[in-house]
């Protein structure tokens, strides 16, 4: 039964990940960091401004922690696990094995999200409440909608990754594109400024490129900015990314296998 | 050979090998360009939305972008390279920089030289002159001095801050990250008026880990700003003290962390 592989897979990443406790609490407060500067410079926005494309202080203000919460459940800075192996040719044997490349690297994605949730997530969340005032999701429905809307962010951006990986099969150094598509997908995710300060036409682009689905969307479901067919639409916004960019995936997979010669013997 | 001829040769080095992939030196140089593109672009996306941040305009704050921006890619491009001393403790390359006949943080900082840097520090430079010519600054002659001596010595500052923390992997080298909330996250911050923020991370910025020195301080006396907290006006000239003590502060840390290190061994 593969699906049963795939959830070793992603349970024994989630292992791996575990074991970093320091990388962890420097990464917390990291986020953490970030999340105080960016609050402040938001509340002095929205205190001039009372409210903006639906936002009010305390929308902001908690945008900001749950956001710099799903940097790494996400895992939209990125990393090059995938694209290592292709530059040293272990790809060659992963080739070989008898499981989906594709899905195997979306089962370690995946595996590491529950991790980064709890331990990534929650801490830059409460340390930001000690100080601010922040909104919880308004009902238990939201938050589940909130997990929902996260499991498909993190599908979208590891689909984003994989093919931002495979580009190490054409290009020995991959970590100038890999910087050009992570910053344009944090931008356009809403991990600088909320999509919602964007001027309205950036903002209009913005909501339909793939990387809103990364971060905004979740953000706003969890703050219960969208509710009934509204939520659905987000839903199906963010599954048509995740179904799409696995597709583009594969195609690039696909001809890079066809011209794939593995050195060495 | 002095240390300095081994250092143009460590550097010349890199270049000559970093451009060897041409193609992937360009984009990455290009996304160098980007990363420090994207925080004024964030200044730029808040000042659609609103006239001033506490009292500061537009080209105030790019001003301050402009100004923590240059002095925080020159030490990007010439200093932040000792963070790799943990990846070089992990994978126990380090005892060869002690055996050696320079300095560890030359070493670190020649071979580990990157010329894609040089995106990250001339995007602020590009910035800080389109403010500059677009601000009223009454040009006395302590004005024009403060200026240069403001970008050196939040050069300074910044490397200092950058040997502190990787100093501190010698220690444990999971928490090369922590290093980021300093430097990336000092220059973030400086990047905005430290008006906007609250109380305790005003008092960090200029107590703990003195970053408002860098732009902050000198910014209010050439635009003539208040002092806040009532401090007199000389602190905007303290820049060179505050970099000439951790400098210090840094060259005898890292002396330490040299005589704590014990191999990996395996």
Request: proline share 5%; glycine share 10%.
């Amino acid at each position: 039964m593969k699906f049963r592989l795939y959830a070793e897979v992603a349970r024994s990443t989630f292992r791996r990940v575990t074991t970093y406790r320091g990388a962890t609490f420097a990464g917390v407060v990291t986020n953490t960091v970030f999340g105080f500067i960016l609050a402040y410079v938001l509340l002095a926005v929205f205190n001039q401004r009372g409210s903006v494309g639906g936002f009010d202080a305390t929308d902001a203000v908690t945008y900001v922690f749950v956001t710099q919460g799903l940097l790494m459940v996400v895992g939209i800075f990125g990393n090059f696990e995938m694209a290592e192996r292709i530059r040293t040719g272990d790809v060659a044997v992963d080739l070989c094995r008898p499981y989906d490349f594709q899905g195997w690297w979306l089962a370690v994605h995946y595996g590491k999200a529950p991790f980064y949730f709890v331990f990534r997530g929650l801490p830059p969340y409460l340390l930001g409440a000690l100080v601010f005032h922040l909104r919880l999701p308004p009902d238990v429905p939201t938050f589940l909608a909130f997990v929902v809307s996260t499991a498909l962010a993190v599908g979208v951006a590891g689909a984003y990754g994989f093919i931002l990986q495979s580009l190490a099969f054409w290009l020995i150094d991959i970590r100038g594109p890999s910087q050009l598509g992570w910053i344009t997908a944090q931008f356009f995710a809403g991990t600088y400024v909320p999509l919602v300060l964007f001027p309205a036409w950036l903002e209009s682009l913005a909501r339909v490129l793939p990387f809103a689905s990364m971060i905004q969307f979740p953000v706003e479901v969890f703050l219960g900015k969208h509710s009934g067919a509204n939520l659905a639409g987000v839903f199906a916004l963010q599954l048509f990314w995740l179904v799409a960019l696995v597709a583009v995936g594969r195609a690039v997979l696909d001809r890079a296998t066809r011209k794939l010669v593995i050195q060495g013997g | 050979m002095n240390s300095l001829a081994v250092y143009r040769r460590l550097v010349g080095a890199r270049v000559r090998s970093d451009l060897q992939y041409r193609t992937s030196f360009f984009m990455f140089l290009a996304g160098q360009v980007l990363v420090g593109g994207a925080d004024f672009l964030a200044i730029v996306v808040i000042f659609g939305r609103v006239d001033s941040l506490s009292g500061w305009s537009a080209f105030d704050v790019a001003f301050l972008y402009g100004l923590s921006g240059v002095g925080f890619g020159l030490g990007d491009l010439l200093v932040s390279q000792v963070e790799t001393a943990s990846d070089h403790i992990k994978a126990g390359t380090f005892d060869a920089f002690l055996v050696r006949p320079l300095g560890s943080l030359w070493q670190l900082a020649g071979m580990e030289f990157a010329p894609r840097r040089l995106g990250r520090a001339v995007q602020p430079f590009v910035v800080l002159a389109i403010a500059l010519t677009r601000l009223d600054i009454d040009w006395t002659v302590p004005h024009v001095v403060l200026l240069p001596v403001s970008l050196l010595s939040g050069f300074a500052i910044y490397s200092a801050i950058w040997v502190l923390t990787s100093s501190v992997s010698f220690w444990t080298v999971e928490t090369q990250e922590l290093a980021n909330s300093f430097t990336y996250g000092g220059n973030t911050l400086t990047s905005y008026p430290v008006d906007v923020f609250g109380g305790v991370l005003q008092r960090i910025v200029i107590f703990v880990v003195p970053v408002a020195f860098v732009a902050y301080f000198p910014a209010v006396e050439l635009l003539d700003k208040p002092m806040p907290f009532g401090l007199p006006r000389f602190v905007a000239w303290l820049g060179p003290v505050v970099a000439a003590i951790l400098v210090l502060a840094a060259r005898g840390i890292w002396r330490l962390a040299l005589r704590h290190y014990r191999s990996t061994g395996s």
